[in-house]
């Protein structure tokens, strides 16, 4: 019988799951559709149903997203974790690890370059008697960027 909820300790709705892991249900539906999560049977109408390991896994998911990890880095992750692979595991997680520490860094970069860029048209607004130089200035490069 596949269309039955199969053995689970506590059956989770999408609604529920989603509010357990505090989620909109619609996130919950993408990762199904990137292949990240599946629901662990239907209903007898029909309906998805998830058990704990769904739950687990949905909160894992969200986790190394709130880490910095992509999706496509989180469903490598869980691609080594179903397989169970050991030493292999633990130099792949290094690599991504490695590649998120330098993506954070260049955005630190760029963050750092806009903070000055801010700093300095704050420090020039706050100098200026006439009009607004910042406004003059951003008015001068969209002009350029239309060009």
């Known amino acids: 019988m596949a269309n039955t909820i199969p053995r689970m300790t506590v059956p989770y709705s999408i609604g529920a799951m989603a509010k357990a892991a505090g989620v909109p249900t619609t996130t919950v539906r993408y990762y199904e559709r990137r292949g990240l999560l599946t629901p662990d049977g239907r209903s007898r109408a029909k309906y998805r149903v998830y058990g704990e390991a769904s739950l687990e896994r949905l909160r894992f998911i969200r986790s190394a997203q709130a880490t910095g990890f992509t999706l496509e880095d989180i469903a490598a992750l869980l691609t080594l974790h179903d397989e169970g692979t050991g030493g292999r595991c633990r130099t792949e997680v290094r690599s991504m690890i490695a590649r998120r520490l330098a993506d954070t860094k260049a955005k630190m970069t760029d963050l750092e370059r806009v903070r000055t860029v801010l700093l300095e048209a704050d ?8 009009p607004c130089p910042v406004m003059a200035k951003l008015t001068v490069r969209s002009r350029a960027n239309s060009a």
Do not use: I, P, T
């Open 123 to 130: 420090a020039s607004c706050g100098a200026s008697k006439g």
